[in-house]
């Protein structure tokens, strides 16, 4: 039995079909029935027709193999192995496998909700919004909340999410109203979450509710009004209607004491109030410090504090003037680097500064938060070794971050950003992907340096 495919290999986009030609040949001396079946991961969307090849010694069958996988995230993006099992009726031991691949084209497709619609709450409360990746191939999305005013603070948890195909991803979003309502029944504020999916220039809108009921309801307040009624009524009742009160003390009648009537002792006036002296300090010298660090003596000239290490900004170009930080100033392994507009103005201190240290041995840079000594920027890796495109900071041995002995995900290197005189591309030894500004409140992911906007790609480092 001889078999063969033609082609071997092919392609397919989800909801549409494609096919191939397999050839059996009977090289044996008798008549034979082969039966034809699909098996690997495209046998649940292919078929083969006719499925049975009767040939007599020498003579050669055709039958078509056809592919159609659907547009769902069952047939995930990428090539899929299949093979044709040809079996023999009469010599089944000579069974024969024909093998071949069929490439599955990708399609991305995202359902977002939030849940529930509408949250309750005096002070805070909590929904949680739900991305669906219905499409074959893995996604990243995105949240922001920049256009619900002072009088509301809706922050997702974690900022950004990647989600396999077929499966959801879950961010818990915390809802906090800016003041309390003492008085005044319920407040409605409505609010928006948008939605980014990564290569999407339109953001996805979820719209939401917070129902904010007062502290002091108003049946209370009615009743507390109608106390502090009464209250002035029987004031008022009471003064118009003192009630007299008689005793049957009497003075006891005698002669009056005369007082003396000598001048009264004056109370000893107090000291005047004196100005607090002040003792000029004398000049400080470089040798008085030298004298005090060594006890005492002359000569030696003054010890010159070492300086730290030098620090650095590094701003994005994309017109929102946000600078590349460690989130809410946190120093834990896993804090997300974003640019979130609410920590810019560097509430929190250093973590808008970045250390720059540089092998000259490959030319690779590691950037370390100011703010948290020793943590370095990271792409995040998933446990079961996924290499994500999500930003954090992890913390690195002392001895690897001086030698540069570190993973590739941590290292990256600094190149000239095509037309931007003076700006940057960060870029990961990882797998050659640039920092990329999401142009929302939080997420900074790495993007392909040539699949998007490259204003979003350029950063300004500047010493400080």
């Avoid at 990708?106 to 002070?123: H, Q, S």
């Avoid at 410090?289 to 000239?301: C, N």
């Amino acid at each position: 039995m001889w078999t063969s495919l033609e082609p071997a290999a092919t392609s397919v986009d989800p909801g549409s079909s494609a096919g191939v030609r397999l050839r059996v040949r009977n090289t044996g001396d008798t008549v034979e029935e082969y039966r034809l079946s699909l098996v690997g991961d495209a046998a649940g969307w292919g078929r083969v027709e006719p499925d049975v090849l009767r040939l007599y010694p020498g003579a050669e069958g055709t039958a078509q193999v056809d592919f159609a996988p659907p547009r769902t995230s069952d047939a995930k993006a990428g090539p899929v192995p299949f093979g044709v099992r040809v079996l023999p009726r009469e010599q089944p031991q000579a069974a024969d496998v024909a093998e071949g691949q069929i490439t599955v084209g990708a399609f991305a497709e995202m359902n977002t909700d939030l849940v529930p619609l509408i949250v309750r709450g005096r002070w805070r409360a909590t929904a949680q919004v739900a991305v669906d990746n219905l499409g074959n191939q893995p996604l990243t999305a995105s949240f922001s909340t920049r256009d619900n005013g002072d009088s509301l603070s809706v922050d997702p948890d974690p900022g950004s999410v990647q989600v396999a195909p077929g499966r959801a991803g879950f961010a818990l979003l915390r809802v906090k109203a800016g003041s309390i309502s003492w008085v005044g029944g319920t407040r409605k504020h409505p609010f928006t979450l948008s939605v980014l999916r990564a290569g999407v220039a339109q953001p996805t809108e979820l719209r939401g509710t917070y129902v904010q009921p007062s502290i002091l309801p108003r049946w209370l307040m009615a009743i507390l009004g109608l106390l502090l009624a009464l209250l002035m009524i029987f004031l008022v009742l009471w003064f118009q209607h003192k009630p007299g009160v008689s005793t049957q003390a009497r003075e006891k009648q005698g002669e009056m004491t005369k007082l003396p009537q000598g001048e009264m002792s004056k109370a000893p006036s107090p000291p005047p109030s004196q100005e607090p002296t002040t003792t000029p300090t004398p000049d400080k010298h470089d040798d008085d410090d030298g004298d005090k660090k060594k006890g005492g003596g002359g000569g030696g000239g003054g010890h010159k504090k070492p300086a730290g290490p030098k620090l650095y900004t590094i701003k994005d170009k994309s017109g929102t003037g946000w600078y590349l930080q460690a989130n809410e100033g946190k120093q834990q392994n896993g804090t997300q680097v974003g640019q979130d507009p609410k920590w810019t103005g560097d509430k929190y201190g250093k973590n808008q500064m970045w250390i720059l240290h540089h092998y000259k041995d490959d030319n690779t840079y590691a950037l370390e938060s100011a703010s948290a000594p020793g943590a370095i920027l990271d792409k995040l890796v998933n446990p079961d070794g996924f290499h994500t495109n999500l930003l954090q900071i992890m913390h690195a041995e002392p001895k690897d971050l001086k030698t540069g002995n570190l993973r590739v995900n941590q290292k990256w290197r600094l190149v000239d950003a095509p037309g931007d005189e003076g700006r940057k591309r960060i870029v990961s030894v990882d797998d050659g992907s640039c920092v990329f500004n999401m142009a929302n409140d939080k997420g900074a992911t790495t993007q392909g340096c040539d699949n998007h906007a490259p204003g979003n790609m350029a950063w300004m480092i500047v010493a400080k």
